[in-house]
């Protein structure tokens, strides 16, 4: 159960950083859950933030101390 789970937020990740207007529910529905909800904690629980705030990151999901790459 463990490896699917981050099998779905692996994906989940991806849908985010890859398409810029995909909305949180449509990433959950995409990824197997019907309650956006449960995705969002979830997706919190496994990455460490919300997919909103994952998304708003890009491709750089972990901020350097001084604030860049």
């Known amino acids: 159960m463990t490896y699917l789970t981050r099998w779905r937020?692996?994906?989940a990740a991806d849908l985010l950083t890859?398409?810029?207007?995909?909305?949180?529910?449509q990433v959950a529905r995409a990824v197997g859950y019907t309650d956006a909800f449960?995705?969002?904690?979830?997706?919190?629980?496994?990455?460490?933030?919300?997919?909103?705030?994952?998304?708003?990151?890009?491709?750089?999901?972990?901020?350097?101390?001084?604030g860049r790459p």
């Open 38 to 66: 449960a995705f969002s904690a979830a997706f919190k629980r496994t990455r460490g933030v919300s997919p909103s705030v994952w998304a708003a990151r890009g491709l750089d999901p972990v901020p350097t101390a001084a």
């Open 18 to 25: 890859d398409r810029e207007t995909a909305t949180v529910a």
């Open 9 to 11: 937020m692996t994906l």
